[in-house]
Structures are given as structure tokens and as C-alpha cells.
């Protein structure tokens, strides 16, 4: 009997495992597939197509990060001007298709991070290497490209982890201004699991759990935050507040 019911939770969870793999497997297959569609709209300079695979929130963001300097266009509008505006100083289509490689996921409910190389030939015949960032949202069931971050590591002087640190720290407080303070706090919990030596990310997560009323969980990450950068008075006030309520 004790076989039989061992052998019963083992395949249970067995299942359980290839079930949730799966389903992993085939979002993160979906967001490939948003990513490439969206690249070969922009080589083809198919305006539409390309607006078709970003989010319509207020508060997406593009940021190229490059040798001299920082580009970064905020809300639909200003996307789509961006992209007009290049469209109209490189209106012919090309056959150039980047090649993306060294995926890395980060799927939590209807936020993802992806971040991954991509290889871009020249007609020269040189490679331009990027790597790129990305934050998806899901939204009526199909994912689209909240943020983009686009940074150059063979020549930039910036670090990236710092970059995209930054960037998906920014949307989460994109996210609180809308209130959206559940999709900000998955947001912010996934800076935390990518960067989890840094206070900053701790001290956002923790003024997210304040503004949802979730006491425990503020307190936690002020504290961690806190043990990270004894310096970071902000974080300091925000305790003695909660600790006093």
C-alpha cells in the first residue's frame, strides 16, 4: 500500500513538473515569436505591424544605450514618432535579419523579462553585437513589448546590469503612478531575483508592499535594503513609519 501510494505522489509530481516546464517552454516560445515579428516589421518598415506588437500603456519605454549616450522615447506616441521619423531617413525595406541567441527568462503571470544577444550583419559584412532587454506584458492573452533596452557591451563604458537595473526599476514606478501596484510589485520582485545584491531594489519592492498595505512584507525588504546600505536614510524614515503604525 505504502508502494502504491509513493509511486502514485511520484508520478503525480512528475507530471506536475513536465506540466509546468511545458507551459514555460511555450510562453517563452510566444515571446520569441512577438520578438521576431516585431524585428522583421522594422526591417521591413512596416509601420503597423510594428506598433501591433508594443503594449498601448501610457508609459512603455525604448532606451538605446549607446557609446555617447543615452536615447529613450516614452509612451506609444512618441514610439511610433521615433519609428516614423526613421522610417521617413531609411524608407526602403532591407533584407537584413539580426540573429538572436543566449536567451535568459524571467516569466512571472502576465510580466516577463527576456534579455538575450543579437547579432546584426552589415552590408559591410561586419557583425554589430547588441544585447538587448526586454519587459513583456501580457495583455488579452497575447505578449507585447513594454520596454526595450538596447545596449552595445563591446564598446559601451556603462555596465548593463546597471542599465537594465535601472530601466526595469523605472517601469515599476511607471507601474505605481498608473495604479498598477500588484504588476509593479511582480516587477520589482523580478529586479530583486535578478539583482539581489543590490539595496536599491529592495528599498522599491518595499515602498510597492507599503502602498498595497502589506505591512510584514514592507518591512522585510526596508530591512534588507537597509543591511545592504546602512546609508540609505530614505529607506530608514520609511521603517520608523511602519514600525510606528
Known amino acids: 500500500m505504502k508502494k502504491t501510494l509513493l509511486h502514485s505522489a511520484m508520478t503525480l509530481l512528475l507530471f506536475s513538473l513536465t506540466s509546468s516546464s511545458f507551459a514555460q517552454s511555450t510562453e517563452e516560445e510566444a515571446i520569441k515569436k512577438v520578438l521576431t515579428a516585431e524585428t522583421d516589421a522594422f526591417y521591413r518598415r512596416d509601420l503597423a505591424a510594428w506598433k501591433s506588437h508594443w ?6 519605454s525604448r532606451m538605446i544605450i549607446s557609446p555617447t549616450g543615452a536615447n529613450q522615447t516614452q509612451g506609444p506616441e512618441k514610439n511610433a514618432a521615433a519609428m516614423v521619423s526613421f522610417i521617413q531617413s531609411n524608407p526602403e525595406p532591407t533584407n537584413i535579419r539580426p540573429k538572436a541567441d543566449n536567451y535568459t527568462f524571467r516569466i512571472d503571470g502576465n510580466l516577463a523579462y527576456v534579455e538575450y544577444d543579437q547579432f546584426t550583419p552589415a552590408p559591410t559584412g561586419e557583425i554589430s553585437h547588441s544585447h538587448e ?11 507585447k513589448i513594454a520596454n526595450q533596452i538596447v545596449t552595445f557591451p563591446d564598446t559601451n563604458n556603462r555596465s548593463d546590469a546597471t542599465a537594465t537595473e535601472d530601466e526595469i526599476n523605472s517601469a515599476g ?3 505605481l503612478s498608473l495604479k498598477r501596484v500588484n504588476d509593479a510589485i511582480d516587477l520589482f520582485k523580478m529586479n530583486v531575483k535578478l539583482f539581489p545584491a543590490s539595496w536599491n ?7 510597492a508592499y507599503a502602498l498595497a498595505g502589506n505591512k510584514q512584507e514592507a518591512i522585510k525588504n526596508y530591512e534588507t535594503s537597509i543591511q545592504l546600505n546602512p546609508k540609505n536614510d530614505n529607506g530608514v524614515k520609511a521603517l520608523e513609519k511602519l514600525r510606528a503604525k
Do not use: F, H, P, Q
Open 55 to 60: 503594449s498601448t500603456d501610457a508609459k512603455v
Open 133 to 143: 532587454y526586454r519587459v513583456m506584458s501580457k495583455e488579452n492573452g497575447e505578449w
Open 173 to 175: 514606478y511607471k507601474l
Open 201 to 207: 531594489v529592495y528599498d522599491s519592492l518595499g515602498e
